[in-house]
């Protein structure tokens, strides 16, 4: 087997989903594992944007490809409709990101009942029920050597207790690792590995609200050990890593890419 930089990282040949893949976290990741070589399908609730996303990308000249189109998992049918559509596209799979999400943010005091639902329902049962449908896809596309591979995308504050308000898009996301760690467990006999990033602060639209000007983002970097916000590269390496061989020793891990936010402890335990 060779060593090499190009080698290690290469998915050429593999065919890979990534939900909610037009924007954010979904995007950066689309990109590098086009950039890497792969066939990668886009889904969201906004068929049209993922096909503008995939024509983008398409124009950078990558050896991979993009295909974009509507998909839909915070719902049994939903779910039911993605998976037929996926084979429809292509017997396969060999990668699935299960990306999709929703936050919702709102006081103490003030938190609403169904913003417990509405995020669960697409964070945790969306995500396990598309894993679950596209299970016999995966398994049809590993090897011993070389095991399908998933990864969820859940997030620091999953790890962290700094909620800011989103308390079910919290809790949801610390849910998306344990269920990680469960899937990890329970298909490696099947050859696949489950794998999870668990990101800080990147530009995305569920980030907006604390990175809409250049002031607010530097505020917002000033708190991460790092002091920079995540770029595009980090989440798109990540992918790459995972996927390619490097990956392929690896299940149940949750990945921090939230520059130290995952192990940040301020001050010191004993008095100086």
């Keep these: 087997m060779s060593l090499t930089p190009p080698d290690l990282f290469d998915l050429t040949g593999k065919v890979a989903l990534v939900t909610g893949g037009a924007t954010g976290i979904g995007r950066m990741a689309t990109e590098g594992l086009a950039a890497a070589g792969a066939r990668v399908l886009i889904a969201s609730r906004k068929a049209d944007a993922c096909e503008a996303v995939a024509t983008e990308i398409n124009a950078l000249g990558y050896p991979g490809s993009v295909e974009g189109f509507g998909g839909d998992v915070a719902s049994q049918a939903g779910v039911d409709a993605l998976a037929t559509e996926v084979g429809g596209r292509t017997d396969k799979l060999h990668i699935l990101m299960n990306n999709a999400g929703r936050t919702w943010g ?11 639902t509405k995020v669960m329902d697409l964070n945790n049962a969306g995500m396990f029920q598309l894993t679950q449908a596209l299970l016999p896809m995966l398994e049809a596309s590993t090897s011993f050597d070389d095991p399908a591979r998933v990864v969820n995308v859940g997030s620091v504050m999953g790890d962290v207790p700094k909620g800011a308000g989103a308390y079910s898009y919290s809790v949801s996301k610390a849910g998306v690792h344990h269920m990680t760690r469960i899937l990890g467990n329970e298909l490696a006999e099947h050859h696949i ?18 990175l809409a000007d250049e002031k607010r983002a530097e505020k917002t970097a000033e708190g991460v050990p790092l002091r920079r916000l995540g770029a595009a590269s980090d989440v798109a390496a990540t992918m790459q890593f995972l996927c390619g061989k490097g990956g392929s020793y690896v299940t149940g891990a949750i990945i921090p890419i939230s520059g130290g936010i995952n192990c940040h402890a301020g001050g010191s335990l004993f008095a100086e």
């Design 106 to 116: 709102a006081p103490l005091g003030e938190f609403p009942f169904e913003a417990w």
């Design 193 to 210: 590995t489950v794998n999870a990033l668990a990101p800080g602060p990147f530009e995305s639209k569920m980030t907006a609200f604390a």
